[in-house]
């Protein structure tokens, strides 16, 4: 996740306090960019709470958008072959 590039601009690796809590932050869990830097840290974050409320609403788009994701496109006089 991190490189050198992040060393030499902080002058230390990056850590979970320095990744926002956001949607995207939290994409392909459990393989997240969260996770990871959970992994990588002894205790939880200074800012648990936003990533909590994060991870909700991250499950509540994700609902909210499968019945979207799963229909199948509509049909147009140009591909129903009319």
Same mark, same amino acid.
């Given at each position: 996740?991190?490189?050198?590039? +992040? /060393?030499?601009?902080?002058?230390?690796?990056?850590?979970?306090? +320095?990744?926002?809590?956001?949607? /995207?932050?939290?994409?392909?869990?459990? +393989?997240?960019?969260? +996770?990871?830097? =959970?992994?990588?840290?002894? *205790?939880?974050?200074?800012?648990?709470?936003?990533?909590?409320?994060? /991870?909700? *609403?991250?499950?509540?788009?994700?609902?909210?958008?499968?019945?979207?994701?799963? #229909?199948?496109?509509?049909?147009? #006089? =140009?591909?129903?072959?009319?």
């Amino acid at each position: 996740m991190s490189n050198g590039h +992040d /060393i030499e601009r902080l002058g230390r690796a990056l850590t979970l306090a +320095d990744v926002r809590p956001c949607g /995207i932050n939290l994409l392909h869990r459990p +393989d997240s960019r969260f +996770d990871q830097f =959970a992994q990588w840290e002894e *205790g939880p974050p200074p800012n648990l709470a936003k990533w909590q409320a994060a /991870i909700r *609403g991250n499950r509540r788009a994700v609902k909210e958008a499968a019945p979207r994701l799963l #229909r199948p496109p509509l049909r147009t #006089r =140009a591909s129903s072959g009319s």
